[in-house]
Structure formats: structure tokens, C-alpha cells
């Protein structure tokens, strides 16, 4: 049972927006920085987003980030075959003994 | 560019030992916090530990504590993981990353090293 939580999985068509969801506490997300990580199959993940909504460079402006309060959501829009992967939010808890926290992901197929 | 290499990875019988090891280069290795985080069969990620950039603090999950070792080489830019007392559910692909520790930001990934524990 992971820390934060997430769907399993959401989906959508090609060019269709989803969001996914990632619920926490207020010893982890209500006030700490939120990352999300995309990870295709077979592949290592890749950080997406990071300090709630900043994208790395390279990552283009369809994904985006938000939080409110002890959520936190990712944005993809124009949503391309190329997206389907697992994605994984993560945040710093000060409650645990393990500082670092993931949630359980989240699996976004493109119809 | 930044890259981390893991290797070490392997099968192991239950009780036994592996040393995973992160070959870093592109950044200065001794300003940055690393990390190690697994992966178990179709599962999500898991943290394991972390170590500060001079290697002075370090962390555990509760799992792994009094059984993993995390450790870093400055001069070799290069990270450790000693693993001993391995159990089943230690089974995961093991992946290194660059940590900025108060952002809770790992970036970037090494392509992880597969572990896997069995008689």
C-alpha cells in the first residue's frame, strides 16, 4: 500500500486530454514539493515534472502539473500514442522513516 | 551530458550478498545527493536509500535497515550499494539517481540493474 495514492489507470484517444490524480497528507504533499515521473515500458523513469508544475527541459508544454492542498494532479493534452507508459508521483514525507515517498502509478493507455 | 550507470545486478540465493555499484558522469558527483530506488516485478517504485553529497548522512527504508549499505566513492564518482542478508522480496531492478533531497526531485535515472533472489 503506497503513501500516496493514484488510480490504476485512466485512458483517453489520441489528441483527448487526462488527468491523473496522486492524494497525499499534509506530512507529504500538503507541504512538500510534488514530482512526476514517466516511465515506458521497459524503460527507466523520467522525470516529468518536478516542484508541483515545472517541466525539464525537453519536456514539451502538453504535460503539466498542479497541486491544491493534499493533491496533486498531471496534466496531458493532445495525448499522443507515445504517451502511454506508467506514470508516478513522489514527494518528500517528514512523518515516515522513509523520507521519500512514490505513489503506486498510475497507467495511462491511448485508445 | 549527466549519466549514471548501474551494474552489480544478478541472481543470489536467499541469505546471500551483491554489491550494486553507479558509475556517474556530466555533474559534479560530490555537490549531489543520490539515491537508490527498486522496482520489484510489475510493481511501482520503492525507495531504499539515500546518502548526501560528502556521504556524511544517509538513509533506510525500514526494509532494507541493518541489512543495505549505501556508500559513495567521490574520487571515482561512483555509488555503492552493499546488500546483504537478501530475501525474495528483494528481488527488483535497482536504480540509481541524482537527488535534490529537499525538492524530493530524483533526475536523472541510471537504467537500473536487475536483482534477483532465489535457490
Redesign the interface.
Known amino acids: 500500500q503506497s503513501v500516496l495514492t493514484q488510480p490504476p489507470s485512466v485512458s483517453a484517444a489520441p489528441g483527448q486530454k487526462v488527468t491523473v490524480s496522486c492524494s497525499g497528507s499534509s506530512s507529504n504533499i500538503g507541504n512538500n514539493y510534488v514530482s512526476w515521473y514517466q516511465q515506458l515500458p521497459g524503460t527507466a523513469p523520467k522525470l516529468l515534472i518536478y516542484d508541483n508544475n515545472k517541466r525539464p527541459s525537453g519536456i514539451p508544454d502538453r504535460f503539466s502539473g498542479s497541486k491544491s492542498g493534499t493533491s496533486a494532479t498531471l496534466g496531458i493534452t493532445g495525448l499522443q500514442t507515445g504517451d502511454e507508459a506508467d506514470y508516478y508521483c513522489g514527494t518528500w514525507d517528514s512523518s515516515l522513516s522513509a523520507p521519500w515517498v512514490f505513489g503506486g502509478g498510475t497507467k495511462v493507455t491511448v485508445l | 551530458e549527466v549519466q549514471l550507470l548501474e551494474s552489480g545486478g544478478g541472481l543470489v540465493q536467499p541469505g546471500g550478498s551483491l554489491r550494486l555499484s553507479c558509475a556517474a558522469s556530466g555533474f559534479t558527483f560530490s555537490d549531489n545527493a543520490m ?1 537508490w ?1 527498486r522496482q520489484a516485478p510489475g510493481k ?4 531504499v536509500s ?1 546518502i548526501s553529497g560528502s556521504g556524511g548522512s544517509t ?1 533506510y ?2 526494509s532494507v535497515k541493518g541489512r543495505f549499505t549505501i556508500s559513495r566513492d567521490n574520487s571515482k564518482n561512483t555509488l555503492y550499494l552493499q546488500m546483504n542478508s537478501l530475501r525474495a522480496e528483494d528481488t527488483a531492478v535497482y ?1 540509481c539517481a541524482k ?14 540493474t536487475l536483482v534477483t533472489v532465489s535457490s
Open positions: 539515491g530506488v511501482g517504485l520503492d525507495w539515500t538513509y527504508a525500514d536504480y537527488l535534490v533531497i529537499v525538492a524530493g526531485k530524483f533526475d536523472p535515472w541510471g537504467q537500473g
